[in-house]
């Protein structure tokens, strides 16, 4: 289990792979330094201006920046600044790597959110020091405020964090012009499993499902959460409706597979589950409670049909398919 003792190496072979770094910097020569440091156990990306740095925190939020100071134009003070103010990106850490190494000009920095100052010309061992410390630092944050958003019987995100989510992403989605995908999932005849095998066998349930849902995920970026009872609803950023739909019907099969025992089932007597999906596609309109409208309207229609089934339809026609 990841506790927040657990070192950096653990946490990303748990949950990270290749942490993602940004190095912000107008001279190429700085960034290619960056890169032999960190090129071998790191993701490098590498921005020359501050705009384009904002532009990738948006779209790729990185582990860490590595932030240059002096820049032409929008210099590091105010990069970090907006970062900081944006609740999509205040929590990347932000070291500031400078020539200028005077106490004004760090205790400036720090004001303004970064976590560290490292002078040019940089020392590998060093820089590569800090860069670890604060992404264990980063990284076990994110644990701590992941634990208030987990339910507590299932293991997977709550509804609170659910509806968090909804928002962060149905934004990001439209501000890059991408589809998302939402499916919502229910366990058929619950009520009845509970009456016949006792509310332990109902929690050992929702447990199963929950992580099954979860290994029917993608993408780092997919979730799945506990909507409530045993209702539980994912979150499929950037995946539009024929391969969001190709992944409702693999839960559908991976859920059934499970042959977790049920007297009352019609299928074949194992627990099944009916899933609604509703996908924003990159039409313009709409909004969060309308797609999560959307899939709840196609989860009934799933579960008047019989049950055990998957129902999907398009926000912008709200056909279904």
Not at 116 to 144: C, E, G, M, W, Y
Not at 282 to 292: E, I, R, S
Request: aromatic share 6%; proline share 5%; net charge negative.
């Amino acid at each position: 289990m990841t506790t927040l003792d657990t070192p950096l190496d653990a946490l990303l072979d748990s949950s990270h792979g290749k942490p993602k770094l940004l190095v912000v910097d107008d001279q190429p020569i700085n960034i290619q330094v960056m890169h032999q440091v960190f090129g071998a156990d790191y993701q490098v990306f590498m921005a020359t201006h501050g705009e384009q740095a904002l532009s990738i925190c948006q779209a790729n939020p990185p582990d860490l920046v590595l932030l240059d100071v002096v820049m032409p134009g929008m210099d590091g003070f105010e990069v970090c600044s907006q970062l900081k103010a944006n609740p999509a990106t205040r929590n990347i850490p932000v070291i500031f790597v400078t020539a200028h190494s005077d106490a004004a000009q760090e205790t400036h920095g720090l004001s303004v959110g970064a976590v560290d100052f490292i002078s040019k010309p940089v020392n590998p061992a060093v820089v590569r020091a800090r860069v670890k410390t604060h992404l264990t630092l980063k990284f076990q944050s994110d644990l701590l405020r992941n634990l208030v958003f987990l339910d507590g019987l299932s293991g997977v995100f709550n509804r609170r964090y659910f509806d968090q989510q909804m928002g962060v992403e149905w934004a990001r989605a439209a501000r890059n012009n991408t589809p998302l995908s939402l499916i919502m999932v229910d366990v058929d005849h619950f009520k009845l499993f509970n009456d016949r095998y006792g509310h332990q066998a109902g929690d050992d349930c929702l447990r199963q499902i929950a992580q099954t849902l979860k290994s029917g995920l993608r993408r780092p970026s997919d979730l799945v959460a506990r909507y409530g009872g045993e209702e539980f609803a994912c979150i499929l950023p950037e995946t539009g409706f024929e391969d969001a739909l190709a992944i409702t019907q693999d839960m559908e099969r991976k859920v059934r597979a499970q042959k977790i025992p049920h007297e009352f089932s019609q299928f074949d007597g194992v627990v099944t589950a009916s899933l609604g999906l509703a996908t924003r596609t990159v039409q313009p309109g709409g909004d969060p409670v309308a797609l999560v409208g959307l899939a709840d309207a196609q989860l009934y229609q799933a579960k008047q049909a019989g049950r055990g089934r998957v129902c999907g339809a398009r926000l912008d026609t709200s056909t279904p398919e």
